[in-house]
């Protein structure tokens, strides 16, 4: 296991295999304030991301691979966008795709 759950977060540290997904959606949910810490996190399974985005916990220490840090980090803006509404709902604008694909903003 490559998930280390500390008091106050959980620390993911080197590759972060699919077997990890449920015990940290697990961890994350029974937290007050869930946290966790990817600076040693080299590689994450789809499954784990998909835990980390839906469930939102705050990042002590962002990934070194920028791509990675970068999806994160929209997250992260939009919890705290989240905390700045007070309870108002968050609507996603979601656009329409035509035939070529394109919705039509896009064009």
């Known amino acids: 296991m490559t998930i280390r759950y500390l008091k106050k977060h959980?620390?993911?540290?080197?590759h972060v295999a699919?077997?990890?997904?449920?015990?940290?959606a697990q961890w994350l949910?029974?937290?007050p304030s869930p946290a966790v810490h990817l600076g040693k996190c080299e590689h994450l399974h789809?499954?784990?991301l998909q835990v980390?985005?839906?469930l939102?916990?705050?990042l002590v220490k962002p990934p070194t691979d920028a791509l990675l840090a970068g999806v994160l980090a929209g997250v992260q803006a939009g919890?705290?966008?989240?905390?700045?509404?007070?309870?108002r709902t968050t609507q996603l604008k979601v656009g329409h795709r035509s035939d070529s694909g394109l919705?039509?903003?896009?064009?």
């Open 79 to 87: 919890v705290q966008a989240d905390d700045r509404s007070n309870d």
């Open 103 to 107: 919705s039509a903003s896009d064009r």
């Open 56 to 58: 939102r916990p705050r």
């Open 52 to 54: 980390l985005l839906a």
């Open 18 to 24: 699919v077997d990890d997904a449920e015990a940290l």
């Open 46 to 48: 789809a499954a784990v």
């Open 10 to 14: 959980a620390a993911l540290e080197g």
């Open 29 to 31: 949910l029974k937290q």
